[in-house]
Structures are given as structure tokens and as C-alpha cells.
């Protein structure tokens, strides 16, 4: 399990994340829900170690994590110049692991001669995707891996997401759209005012999407009638 105790974090006042609470079961797809701004990439950042929490403990199967057990895709990509996509992908690669380039490669068919400043966003962002899969490592952070994708490599992305989670990997994702999460997710954590405010399980996410859609829909009403 990977288990985060009241983690407080900030980048000046006011805390950022306050006294967050968060079980992620091992071999499970675990999605943060929240909005822009709510924290999730910060969150992220302090799981893998990006930054330095104020305060709090972070542990995988009991043990203070090292973010060598962790893959973070990143909403930003950041390759280096004059490199090609395969030249990425050997570097990504981590002796010993059986991750096979031609047969990942299979799946997104880029082309893996050419250089990676050739790119499209989408074409960059699978082949980030497909660099944190090299790295072999049990727990996959995934910060918003659909932005930019088209709907053929949407859905062969969450198809894979589906079959790493069969496999045992420990997967986190968060993402702006609510279906993505529900159609991935074992269980979705809501982040907000800087903490864990509800985790819900499989079963609960439709009437937990009625109510956000509910809530959202009083909310902007008495504006829509004003306006239109
Ligand atoms: N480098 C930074 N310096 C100072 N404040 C920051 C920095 N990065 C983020 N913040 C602030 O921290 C808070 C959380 O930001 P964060 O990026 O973690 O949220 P998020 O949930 O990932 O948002 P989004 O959904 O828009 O990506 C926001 O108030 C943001 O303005």
C-alpha cells in the first residue's frame, strides 16, 4: 500500500495541501479528483519527491518511499533537443526490466527514428507515457495522460491503464474530466481545501457524479438566467 500521513506542504502561505490523509491499495487504479488549482499536481510532486513536504509521511508496503519505485508522467513534457523517440525510450529503459520498445511501440506506432521536436503534442505526450512504462517501477503517477490525446489513443490508453492495473501495478491518476476517472478507477479520492475529503469506491461513483452535476447545475443557474 502506498500511504501518505499528514502531509502538509506549501510554497508560501498559506499550506497548499493541510494535514492530507491518502491509502492507495497496491495494484489498484486510484484516481484524485479536484479542482484547478486544488493541489493534485503539488500532491504529486511531493509523492515522487519533487519537492520537500513541511511535514508528514509518505510510505510503499511500509517503508518510506523512494521515488525510485516511481514513474511520473508529468503534465509538461521535458525531452532534451536532438533526441529521437527510440533514443528516448533506451535512456527511459531500466536494466533488467522486459519492457520491449518494437512491442510497446506496436501499440502507438510513432515514429521512433525521427526527432522527438517533430512531434505533435499527442505524439510527445504517448511517447512520455511510454517512457514512464520503461522505467518498469511498481507505482504509476499519471498527471492528466489524456490532455492531448485524440479519442483512438484516449481509449488505447485507458485500455492499458486497465490491463497494468490487472497486472499489479499501483497506479494514480488525476484528471479534470470526471468520466476518465470513473471509467478507470477502482477508487476516486476528492482533493480539496488541501486535504482528502472522501474516497469513494467503484459502486458510489454514479451517485457521486449526480451529485456533483447537481450541485454544479444549482450553482450556475441563477447566473444562466440571468444572462440568457
Ligand atoms: N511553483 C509554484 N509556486 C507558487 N504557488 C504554486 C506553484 N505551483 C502551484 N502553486 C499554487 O499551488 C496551488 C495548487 O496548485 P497545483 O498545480 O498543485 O493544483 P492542481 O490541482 O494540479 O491544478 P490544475 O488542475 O489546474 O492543474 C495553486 O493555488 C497554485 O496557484
Redesign the pocket.
Known sequence: MLEIKDLNFS??EPL?LSQLDLRVQSGSIHGIL?T????????FKCIYGTFQPDSGHITWQGLPLNYQQIAFLE?GNYFYSYITGGEYLQLCRSAGTDFSIADWNSIFKLPLDQLVDTYSTGMKKQLAFLGALAQGRPILILDEPFNGLDLESSEKLSIIIQELGKKNKTILI?S?ILETLTRNCDRISHLSEGSIRHTYEAAEFPEMTARLRARLQQDIAADLDRIL
Open positions: 510554497y508560501a497548499v479536484g484547478n488549482g486544488a493541489g493534485k499536481t503539488s500532491l503534465t488525476a479534470h
